[in-house]
């Protein structure tokens, strides 16, 4: 086991590791902006390294500066947590010239399948139904417009690199593709330094389904059963729950063998999410794997009763897997709410600012993973999420009822957040009744 790691990110997933880390008897080297120096996740690090101003660039999305943090601290790893570096392939490949332990997959791994068209072509080598699309990427609109009306509208354009919606674009006609093809390119080009654009027939009210896997050295893959990620607004998840309340045992059966089969092929190691839409008829298709660990892991803790990031950083060591899959039980149902700095009245636009009313809720089944409090500045310069509240009961009309319950006991003042939302969400008919896709919010909000 390592003795002493970095942990390369901020907020609610850096004390996340923190203690993870101080239950496996790790020291935990956390860096930090300037718009961080005052957050109190610091104190339970045993250094804090300051790597620049609040600008990411210079800070978090810094390589060199993690790398000299990393040096004069002396540590053997680094943990990337989710978001900034956690999929940058170039920051893996330092990392191990430079002999530190990058805590995720092997650079391989994640250039297979960082890569949205090599993972679509991995996943037909191993078997697994993807979306019908174009094979590779789709160099202009004219092929583009070809491919489009071969596969019938509607369709969605998106960036063969990156994730969280960017690049993406549904289009129903010829008009609208060329206008979004470019506009696609052009995004995905600022954002992830790639304008490559591929094209996939359009499933029409699907469910969002995602499987955890972990993987060790040895080849050993299991999966900890899925999450149901469907309610989203602009292709950011909102809320995310275990199990899918509309899989039966079959179709679960077959959709977690799928994922561990897109793992093995790609001859992974450590964390990943493999994700895959659900339509109608429960006919799964994979759409992409995320080679890091989620923000919504939690989900998976509840109802699993294992700690996830703790596997991370026992695999990382160079420790087997010493699970089977029939010892890991899946148990009751676990939901989980992003909590925002977001004004859900006015279109969900950024509220920063100070925090001068904090109060947690609590209770029998409830966790409540977040670094903010009492007087926290919550910073216009980094991603809006706050906290993530999450609940676990014996059945699903159980765990939505403690939710609201514990979503009513929350107070994050005076600043806007998505509670109220979130609260809108649960109580609404079409969620009690398990009928829900990922357009339910645009519909229905």
Known sequence: MFSKILIANRGEIALRIIRACRELGIEAVVVYSEADKNAPYLQFADEAVCIGPA?????????????????????????????????????????????????????????????????RELAQQARVPV????????????????????MGYPVIIKAAAGGGGRGMRIVHNDISLRSAFN?????????????????????????????????????????????????????????????CPVLDKRTREELCEAALKIIKEAKYVNAATVEFLLDKNKKFYFIEANARIQVEHPVTEM?????????????????????????????GVAIECRINAEDPENNFAPSPGTITRYIPPGGPGIRIDTHVCHGWMVSPTYDSMIAKLIVHQGTRAEAINTMKRALQEFVIEPIKTTIPACLDILSHNLFVKNKVDTGFIERNF
């Open 131 to 150: 979306v019908p699309g174009s094979d590779g990427e789709v160099e202009n609109d004219l092929k583009a417009l070809e491919l489009a009306n071969k």
């Open 303 to 331: 109802v699993t009763g294992h700690d996830l990031i703790k596997w991370q950083l026992k695999i990382a060591s160079g420790q087997p897997l010493k699970l089977s899959q029939r010892s890991i039980k899946h148990t």
């Open 183 to 243: 506009s696609a390119r052009a995004e995905a080009e600022i954002a992830f330094g790639n304008g490559s654009i591929y094209l996939e027939k359009y499933i029409v009210e699907p469910r969002h389904v995602e499987v955890q896997v972990m993987a060790d050295n040895e080849g050993h893959a299991v999966h900890f059963y899925e999450r149901d990620c469907s309610i989203q607004r602009r292709h950011q998840k909102m809320i995310e729950e275990s199990p």
């Open 55 to 119: 600008d990411c660039s210079k800070s978090y999305l810094n390589i060199a500066r993690i790398m000299s943090a990393a040096e004069i601290t002396d540590v053997e790893a680094i943990h990337p947590g989710y978001g900034f570096l956690a999929e940058n392939i170039e920051f893996a490949e330092i990392c191990r010239e430079c002999g530190i332990t990058f805590i995720g997959p092997p650079v391989e791994a994640m250039r297979l399948l960082g890569d949205k068209v090599r993972a």
